[in-house]
Every structure is written in structure tokens, then in C-alpha cells.
């Protein structure tokens, strides 16, 4: 699911909700609601719209340190993944596996379980039972 930001206010629009404003050179605008599109045809500056985001950081009235605008920003990163390094990594993970395995291995073979033997006594042919 991806979350678009409002260009106007900077809220977040959920996928399904806000319209979408195509100008002629294919720049696209993405509104919350239709107050922010109303306010962005009126060619309003959101910097000076008090209830905006934009306004409210401009004029040291928000928060711009908090650990969920970083988190919102690293959200909608798309990742690069290099073939050659994912092949190296898996490589690598399958060897620490082994040597944990190695290693881990003397744990569940009891040392003094191999000596004692148990015999377990064997049951007796049918055809004795008969007779």
C-alpha cells in the first residue's frame, strides 16, 4: 500500500481518497481533499496558509526532529538490490549456518549415551504361543 503526501498540506492520502491534478507538462499534484485543491487553483502559497504543514514548520511551530518524519521518508524509498552483493550475502549466510550446525552438533550427542547400551528383550515366536 502506498501512502502519497498532500502537495498543499503535506497530510497523508490513503490509497482511494484526494484527487489528482495533472498540469499540461505531466507534473503531477496529489490533493487530501478538495479544501487544498480549491486553495492550490487559487494559487495560494502554502507557506502562508496557516493550517498548512508547510506554514507551521516555516514559523518553528512543529516538530522537524521527530523519528517518525524519518521513518515516513525511508517508507516510500524504493530499495536497490545489487545481484552480485545478495549472492555473496546468501553465500555467506549458509556458511555461518553450517558452522552454528557444527558447532551446535556436540550439544545433542550425549557423550555418556554412547557407552550404555540397553538391551530391550525380544518377544517370543507365535507359533510357541499356540501350542
Known amino acids: 500500500m502506498r501512502l502519497e503526501k498532500c502537495w498543499f498540506c503535506s497530510s497523508t492520502i490513503y490509497p482511494g481518497h484526494g484527487i489528482q ?11 487530501c481533499r478538495s ?33 517518525t518524519f ?20 546468501k553465500a555467506k549466510e549458509q556458511r555461518e549456518a553450517a558452522k552454528e550446525l557444527e558447532q ?8 555418556a549415551a554412547l557407552l550404555i547400551k540397553v538391551q530391550v528383550p525380544q518377544k517370543q515366536p507365535e507359533e510357541n504361543l499356540m501350542e
Not at 21 to 31: E, L, P, S, T
Not at 41 to 65: C, E, F, I, S
Open 70 to 89: 524519518e521513518f515516513e521518508r525511508k517508507r516510500n524509498r524504493p530499495e536497490r538490490y545489487d545481484r552480485n552483493r545478495m549472492k555473496g550475502k
Open 104 to 111: 551446535s552438533i556436540l550439544l545433542v550427542e550425549a557423550p
Open 35 to 67: 479544501k487544498c485543491h480549491k486553495n492550490f487553483k487559487m494559487k495560494r502559497n502554502p507557506h502562508k496558509v496557516k493550517w498548512t504543514k508547510a506554514y507551521r514548520r516555516l514559523h518553528g511551530k512543529d516538530m522537524t526532529q521527530d523519528s
Open 21 to 31: 491534478f495533472v498540469r499540461n507538462d505531466a507534473k503531477i499534484f496529489r490533493f
